[in-house]
T-cell receptor, first 116, second 116 residues
Framework: AQKVTQAQTEISVVEKEDVTLDCVYE???????LFWYKQPPSGELVFLIR??????QNEISGRYSWNFQKSTSSFNFTITASQVVDSAVYFC?????????????FGTGTRLTIIP | NAGVTQTPKFRILKIGQSMTLQCTQD?????MYWYRQDPGMGLKLIYY???????DKGEVPNGYNVSRSTTEDFPLRLELAAPSQTSVYFC???????????????FGPGTRLLVL
């Protein structure tokens, strides 16, 4: 069975600080996908990134970066120079690869508060 | 292009009442999903559909029913509402083809349901 663990329930940092959100996953599959979604106070789910298990390259998108390490089954998310607009709940999710296996298993989320 | 739309945004039900949560997508996605999000928790899959006429159970299907008569619509039916069904319900859709890399799931804005 798949499992996603986000051990950090809540994090608060002062604006402009860097912050890393941890995500550890469990799966028996050799091919899978990892995702991060953002849920701002308004409640919608915003897609941030999708990563194939074969692609271990780290990715940077503006102030956001992701560190994928298969050896430790982790897919951590770092926000550099945090801003108040980054305040949200962030979810890490996992799905098996293969047609018909697109169901997502979510972690319980990390609530990030950026203090002005 | 509206993406995934859900109605209603908010509803209060009495125990034992029934209702249908509507979900429509205009992206010509073949896959559609229903998730529920309980307070402080991640999302859990209720039902999903891989195409018109085909549905399957997810992790928490009890108390719900679905149908998929068209590509665009995927309604979720609650027959006998119970307090345990108080939650936020998210509909999502994605496009998947056998042999191709899995695509991202895009979510609707959610329906907040309170059962009293």
């Amino acid at each position: 069975a798949q499992k996603v663990t986000q051990a950090q329930t809540e994090i608060s940092v002062v604006e402009k600080e860097d912050v890393t959100l941890d995500c550890v996953y469990e799966t028996r599959d050799t091919t899978y996908y990892l995702f991060w979604y953002k849920q701002p106070p308004s409640g919608e789910l915003v897609f941030l990134i999708r990563r194939n298990s074969f692609d271990e390259q780290n990715e940077i998108s503006g102030r956001y970066s992701w560190n994928f390490q298969k050896s430790t089954s982790s897919f951590n998310f770092t926000i550099t120079a945090s801003q108040v607009v980054d305040s949200a709940v962030y979810f890490c999710a996992l799905s098996e690869a293969g047609f018909g296996n697109e169901k997502l298993t979510f972690g319980t989320g990390t609530r990030l508060t950026i203090i002005p | 292009n509206a993406g995934v739309t859900q109605t209603p945004k908010f509803r209060i039900l009495k125990i034992g009442q029934s209702m249908t949560l509507q979900c429509t997508q205009d992206m010509n996605h073949n896959y559609m999903y229903w998730y529920r999000q309980d307070p402080g928790m991640g999302l859990k899959l209720i039902y999903y559909s891989v195409g018109a006429g085909i549905t399957d159970k997810g992790e928490v299907p009890n108390g719900y029913n679905v149908s998929r008569s068209t590509t665009e619509d995927f309604p979720l039916r609650l027959e006998l509402a119970a307090p345990s069904q108080t939650s936020v319900y998210f509909c999502a859709s994605s496009y998947s083809i056998r042999g191709r890399e899995q695509e991202t799931q895009y979510f609707g804005p959610g329906t907040r349901l309170l059962v009293l």
